[in-house]
Structure formats: C-alpha cells, structure tokens
C-alpha cells in the first residue's frame, strides 16, 4: 500500500493559532503530496515535495520532509475558520496505485 | 474552467439496480482514477485509466466496471447495486502518473443504496 498515515487524526485550535499534522510512510517514495478536503467537496492538491528536497513552501503552509524517518509535516500558518477540512498525505515509490489514509481532521475555531 | 465534472451528484439505488456515473475533465489529462470515500476508511481506487484506451484495476474494482470513452470521460458502472456499495464516489483526473502529477477531484457523487 502506498497510503500515509496522518497524525493526529483529529486537531482542533483557535483562529490565528498555528496547525502542524504528521505523516509517517513505510516504504522508499519518489515524492509526498499533501491534500485538503472541505465537507462535501473533493480533494484538492496543496503541495508535492520530492525525495530529494527537505522543505517546501505555499503560501501559508510549509511541508517538511524527513526520509530517514520516513515522515513528513504539514504546518499552516495563522489559521483561519476556512482551513477547517480534512487533510491527507499521499506518498508514492513509483506505483500508479497511488491511495490515501484516513486523513487528519482540523477544526479551526474562530 | 470546469475541471472535473460528476454526474449525477446525488442518486439512490434498489438492490440489484444498476447505473453509470458520469466524470469528464477539460484539462487535457491523460489518467483518469474513480475513488470511493467511506467513513473511517479514507479513499480506495476502484479503476484507473493511465491513457485513453486503457484500463486497470485497483484495490476494490469488485461490482464495478469502467469505460474509458475518450480523452476526457472515464465512466464507472454499477451492474447490480449491493448496500456495500453505499459510498461518496470521485472521480480524478491527472496529467501524468498518479504519482508524480497532483490529482484533480471532481465533487463526488454519493450513492445510497437500499
């Protein structure tokens, strides 16, 4: 299986507060993805950081990579009521069977 | 640009029915994936599409049947509906391979069946 898995899997903080969610994976990977679920809707594509790279930013959030943990973090910055969703780490060594966990749920509380 | 588009987005089944759900994209993609979401068990591949013309297999491809029809619609079948099959379905889309080119989702259709 090619599916992170989230830590924690539910995270709830104040407006303005900063938000970090763990990802863990077990096997070698070519890259990590990073999505965001809102209620109801599907996912949508934050970030990819590759292999080789150890840290990567967009805006409000920043990915770090650590492959001699075999982990990645997303932390996003000054939160906001809208960041409210579900999020997800997809890593892959190379196999078109991509699939995704269970996510991490985040509540920002305005 | 509309992306990824489902149809229909909301459909209720009788045990044993059948139905096609509908996905098309305008982004020019290659891949094309059906997903199912279910409560506590995040998101599973049911077919994909790597190119036009070709289709494959994932994890729960079980009940379920695709159709690459060109470029830009993957539709998925349901011959006979089971309750098990209650889910959110998506559709995706990606220029290249799943795992190296972000994925596009569509909105979902949510299927109830009875």
């Known amino acids: 299986s090619q599916q992170g898995e989230e830590d924690p899997q539910a995270l709830s903080i104040q407006e303005g507060e900063n938000a970090t969610m763990n990802c863990s994976y077990k096997?070698?990977?070519?890259?990590l993805q990073w999505y965001r679920q809102n209620s109801g809707r599907g996912l949508v594509h934050l970030i990819l950081i590759r292999s080789n790279e150890r840290e990567k930013h967009s805006g409000r959030l920043r990915v770090t990579l650590d492959t001699s943990k075999k982990s990645s973090s997303l932390l996003i910055t000054a939160s906001r009521a809208a960041d409210t969703a579900s999020y997800f780490c997809v890593h892959s060594g190379g196999y078109q069977k991509v699939t995704f966990g269970i996510g991490t749920k985040l509540q920002v509380i305005p | 640009n509309a992306g990824v588009t489902q149809t229909p987005k909301f459909q209720v089944l009788k045990t044993g029915q059948s139905m096609t759900l509908q996905c098309a994209q305008d982004m020019n993609h290659n891949s094309m994936y059906w997903y199912r979401q279910d409560p506590g068990m995040g998101l599973r591949l049911i077919y994909y599409?790597?190119?036009?013309?070709?289709?494959d297999k994932g994890e729960v491809p079980n009940g379920y049947n695709v159709s690459r029809l060109n470029k830009r619609e993957f539709s998925l079948r349901l011959e006979s509906a089971a309750p098990s099959q209650t889910s959110v379905y998506f559709c995706?889309?990606?220029?290249?391979?799943?795992?190296?080119?972000?994925?596009?989702f569509g909105n979902g259709t949510r299927l109830t069946v009875t």
């Open positions: 995706a889309s990606s220029l290249g391979r799943s795992y190296n080119s972000p994925l596009h």
């Open positions: 096997t070698s990977i070519n890259n």
């Open positions: 599409s790597a190119s036009e013309g070709t289709t």
